[in-house]
């Protein structure tokens, strides 16, 4: 079968053999954003490495928090040294791994020189509210409800240019208003994204966060409310 | 091109694909699987459902393993696996055997031994189930692309 140089026109054997550990794209293109997706699963790898090759993202995807910070360049404790051909435009973690967890790798990420100003996305199947605070207090940009479809990581990417990570240096690290993450719908069924986040420019993504009220006690109702409707699915026909 | 025979092909797996979220078998992710296919990767929903099925025999291997002697019975590996399989399954819209691992997990919670075997069975029984239907399914798209045909976009919902 030709190579696109995709995973998915791969026979299974090869896509097995090579999701153990890395699935690369070809040679980065420097104007094409670049993705490192982290995901224990094979499974959910092989699918969010096609979904964000289709919303035209280059990925690396690996199996491991260890595997993250190696390709990172983190994985010693020495000060990292800047890899110039080394372009992450987004890192795309599951939380629920063994060995390093998304928040552990996160932590890590944001407490390096090198990749604090890159933006991280969680992913979680677990709808858990004190585990989403805890992540976008440590400075994660998102955080996406598995399973991941396309509207959500189409909605990545429009926040996702090279200016943001210019203005997200003065961004407050805990987005006040979590009603903005649509994948998190608090009442069913999700509302779609609102357009202020899906048209937004570089610019304006600083505008929305700072206009956006001060941090005070959580609106966010108690995680035995609404919030457990998301796990309850209907089936594919209504 | 036998324009006929193609839109009996059509429809017929039309039918088909409709029937396997009305019994409960897929759910809305499939749909989302299914957009990520195009003539470049005609393959990909078939690839990453096998990549799937040979996750649920993996574990379940591995968990039957651990809840074999009665005596000693790892239920943190057998929530690991569940966890796993619950994971995977969602990803590709496996509705069924997503179901089973919610009351699986359950059963691990409690550390219901019972249980857990009847849950382990029925996942088993499941993703077999689905395996099959979906062999079914995939065949009709080869059966439609062998007479010249194009798989139709089905919107569900």
Redesign the interface.
Same mark, same amino acid.
């Given at each position: 079968?030709p190579l696109?140089g995709?995973v998915?026109?791969?026979r299974?054997s090869e896509? &097995?053999g090579i999701?153990i550990g890395e699935l690369e794209s070809p040679p980065l293109d420097s104007d094409q954003v670049h993705v490192l997706a982290v995901d224990d699963?094979?499974?959910?790898r &092989?699918?969010i490495e096609?979904?964000l090759r &289709?919303t035209s993202c280059k990925v690396t995807a690996v199996d491991s928090g260890w595997r993250a910070l190696e390709f990172l360049g983190l994985d010693d404790d020495k000060s990292s040294v800047e890899f110039d051909r080394l372009k992450v435009d987004l890192i795309i973690t599951d939380y629920?791994m063994?060995g390093m967890t998304g928040y552990e790798l996160l932590k890590k990420i944001k407490e390096s020189t090198s990749f604090r100003e890159v933006p991280v996305v969680i992913m979680s199947?677990e709808n858990v509210l004190t585990r989403i605070d805890r992540c976008l207090e440590e400075g994660a940009e998102d955080f996406l409800l598995?399973?991941?479809?396309?509207a959500d990581v189409k909605r990545l990417r429009t926040y996702l240019t090279r200016d943001v990570k210019v203005s997200d240096r003065n961004k407050p690290k805990v987005p006040e208003d979590l009603s903005r993450f649509s994948s998190l719908a608090m009442v069913t069924p999700p509302p779609p994204p609102p357009p202020s986040i899906t048209s937004v420019k570089s610019s304006s993504l600083e505008e929305i966060v700072s206009s956006s009220p001060p941090p005070s006690e959580s609106s966010i109702s108690p995680v035995d409310s609404p919030i457990r409707r998301m796990e309850m699915?209907?089936?594919?026909?209504? | 091109m036998n324009t006929v025979v193609v839109a009996q092909l059509q429809r017929q797996f039309q039918e088909y694909l409709v029937s396997l979220y009305q019994q409960g078998f897929l759910d809305n992710q499939f749909t989302e699987l299914r957009k990520l296919q195009d003539e470049g990767t005609p393959d990909f929903v078939a690839e990453v459902v096998s990549l799937f099925f040979d996750d649920c025999s993996k574990l379940i291997n591995s968990m039957s393993r651990s809840l074999g002697r009665p005596e000693s019975v790892d239920f943190k590996q057998v929530d690991s696996g569940v966890h796993q399989l619950k994971g995977s399954s969602s990803s590709v819209g496996a509705r069924r055997v997503k179901n089973v691992c919610i009351s699986f997990k359950e059963c691990c919670d409690v550390q219901n031994r019972e249980g857990c075997l009847r849950c382990l069975q029925q996942v088993d029984y499941e993703y077999k189930m689905l395996k099959t239907k979906l062999e079914d399914l995939f065949n009709l798209e080869q059966q439609i692309l062998q007479a010249g045909g194009t798989i139709p976009q089905i919107n569900i919902n």
């Open positions: 079968m696109d995709g998915s026109c791969l299974r896509m &097995i999701g699963s094979l499974v959910d &092989i699918v096609r979904l &289709i629920c063994p199947s598995k399973p991941v479809k396309l699915r209907s089936p594919g026909l209504d | -």
